[in-house]
């Protein structure tokens, strides 16, 4: 047996996550990943980048103190191999080449941006076999606070993905207008054949949420009906209500609302009853993905 210490830095528009994992070799079993540590920073760079148009020096600042973290983090665990991603609001903000500069210089920690194409890839290279049944069609959703992916898995396999510029900061900036969710709609209903059973895979922090606050239990689905109502539940509440009542985070309690919502359309474009939650992700897929390029 091998254990070897793989890193993933997730750099969202609504958080900054760190996952650290052992990979587990066997000579006579698969490779096992296990989930070491998590952590997570809300450094709203969408706000920044969807708003203004730039990172402001504020958060740069953050970000730079953040990465510094991470990398103290990736040496104290014996971190082997990283990788750093950037989505959607460094790939918009007009001063991202610099950010990535500033944090290197920093912190010493590279970050790649990825465009949506690859970020959708890298999601879907996630391994969801112990849930997905070759019988039916799965509709993978993974919300951000900048950007949504969508992939369609078939058999086991992806066949179709796309990234939409739609995510929780944007609804919640109104930057979103309908003829982005016109575009989500076609392009569910025009790769799903309109008699197949779908069923969602929700991925992102807010689903993950969503999922421990129905009390259900790991590896049990979500229903459309029990989602569509916790939706309307979480947006009869005021702001402070859902701190102070449901418990949740100041950077939790605001975008969980146009998550609920993206996830929400995306079963009814699909005609999916139920929403299953693997608690994976980007970062995962990253995990994957150095992995593989061992090989």
């Avoid at 990736?74 to 990283?82: H, I, L």
């Avoid at 309307?232 to 449901?246: A, P, T």
Wanted: charged share 25%.
């Amino acid at each position: 047996m091998v254990i070897k210490k793989f890193a993933a830095i997730d750099i969202g528009s609504n958080a900054v996550r760190l996952l650290i994992n052992n990979v587990i070799e066997y000579q006579d079993r698969p490779t096992k990943f296990k989930k070491s540590e998590l952590v997570r920073v809300p450094v709203r760079l969408g706000e920044d980048a969807f708003l203004n148009g730039e990172i402001s020096e504020r958060n740069l600042n953050r970000l730079v103190k953040t990465m510094q973290s991470f990398k103290l983090l990736m040496d104290v665990y014996g971190v082997e191999k990283y990788m750093a991603c950037a989505t959607s609001a460094l790939r918009e903000a007009k001063n991202g080449k610099q950010v990535i500069t500033r944090v290197r210089k920093g912190s010493g920690v590279d970050i790649q941006i990825i465009d949506g194409k690859e970020e959708a890839s890298i999601i879907a290279s996630t391994d969801l076999k112990d849930i997905i049944k070759n019988d039916r069609l799965y509709l993978y959703v993974d919300v951000g606070g900048g950007s949504t992916e969508f992939t369609i898995i078939d058999k086991g396999l992806p066949i179709f993905s796309k990234s939409f510029k739609i995510g929780t900061l944007r609804i919640l900036n109104n930057l979103v207008n309908d003829a982005v969710w016109d575009e989500i709609k076609t392009w569910i209903k025009s790769n799903l054949p309109s008699d197949a059973t779908v069923e969602i895979i929700g991925s992102g922090g807010n689903i993950n949420k969503l999922h421990k606050m129905s009390g259900r239990k790991v590896g049990q689905p979500l229903s459309y009906i029990w989602l569509n109502a916790q939706y309307h539940f979480l947006d009869s509440m005021v702001y402070e209500d859902r701190i102070s009542e449901l418990g949740l985070n100041q950077d939790r309690a605001d975008v969980i609302i146009p998550a609920t919502k993206i996830f929400l359309n995306a079963a009814k474009w699909s005609k999916a009853k139920k929403i299953l939650v693997p608690k994976i992700g980007l970062a995962d897929g990253m995990i994957k993905t150095l992995y593989h390029k061992e090989d």
